[in-house]
């Protein structure tokens, strides 16, 4: 009986992965584009962080698509909730009505 834990304990060991396969590559290969974008972030962004008030003066455009964004997804969270409490409201209605009958 502790040979055939022993054996099933090696079989599972032998055939489990030892790390997960999530489609990014080895971890140890450090080709992540991620470096670079902080870079090219920090040189197109950086400077106007000193001053707040020029980072919206100078990139009018990226502020209002941003705040546009921004605004669609609150109105889109907001419409998700009244969704979702409106069918709470629904079935707690329709609950009484047919425990009353």
Not at 24 to 43: C, I, K, Y
Not at 69 to 77: N, P, Q
Not at 82 to 93: C, E, H, L, M
């Amino acid at each position: 009986m502790i040979f055939r834990a022993i054996f099933w304990i090696g079989l599972v060991a032998l055939l489990m992965p030892h790390e997960p396969d999530l489609g990014f590559g080895r971890p140890d290969a450090g080709n992540s584009p991620l470096p670079e974008v902080a870079t090219w972030a920090r040189t197109k962004v950086g400077a106007s962080l000193n001053d707040p008030s020029t980072l919206c003066r100078y990139n009018t455009d990226a502020c209002a698509t941003t705040v546009s964004l921004l605004d669609d997804v609150k109105m889109a969270t907001v419409r998700g909730l009244a969704s979702v409490k409106a069918d709470i409201d629904q079935n707690g209605r329709n609950k009484l009505h047919s425990s009353g009958s």
